[in-house]
């Protein structure tokens, strides 16, 4: 079996530290209670009283024929009700997200791939990240899992010397170990961050540089 798109990223002097998914269950818990909810519980509410209350009602249409009244009203509502099947779709669709989304740790980055019916990966070197966090909102609580969040916190300068900052960094989502996969991270980073700003010999000896094997995994 050839190597999934995640792993295409990888380079050969890369070596997987940890790999995984997201817990099922709170993947899907949070794709059904999401904000999307309370506004399509509302509009299909509305509709679908709306839409009963004309059903019940004499219809006639110019022709003598209540059917094609009727089958206007299943039309329109139907098409009305589009936000609705927009957040169902999301919900039974959050399991071919599911398929698609994976997690891996080497000792030089972050990856993560993502994404419904296309899939998308995207790397975050450790040079790159500044800040890491643990995040657990209520079903992470219930269920026993975590979010591992991870920031950068850089500025980059274009040619005509303006500076910008990004934060944007790599989460690792609903994890069972998160606070395994946190101490990685953690310790990976620093490690890292230190061989940049002290790429010497000073360091001790089996830390010769950036070029590190890193021991512990």
Known sequence: MGKSDLELLIGDNESIVWRGKPDFKCFVLESIFNPMLFFALIWGGVDFTILGLALKAPMESNDGSPFSV???????????????????????????????????????????SSGKFTINTEMKPFTDLSHINIHRGVFDQMIGVGDVITECNHTSYSGNSHSSSHRHGISLCD?????HVFEIVKKLQTDIYSDTMFPNDMRPQENHGYNTTYKGF
């Open 70 to 112: 009727a089958a206007f009203l299943l039309v329109f509502f139907a098409l009305h009700l589009m936000p609705v099947w927009m957040y169902l779709g999301g919900v039974i669709f959050s399991v071919l997200e599911y398929k698609h989304t994976e997690y891996i740790i080497t000792d030089k980055a972050i990856y993560v």
């Open 175 to 179: 994890l069972r170990d998160y606070a």
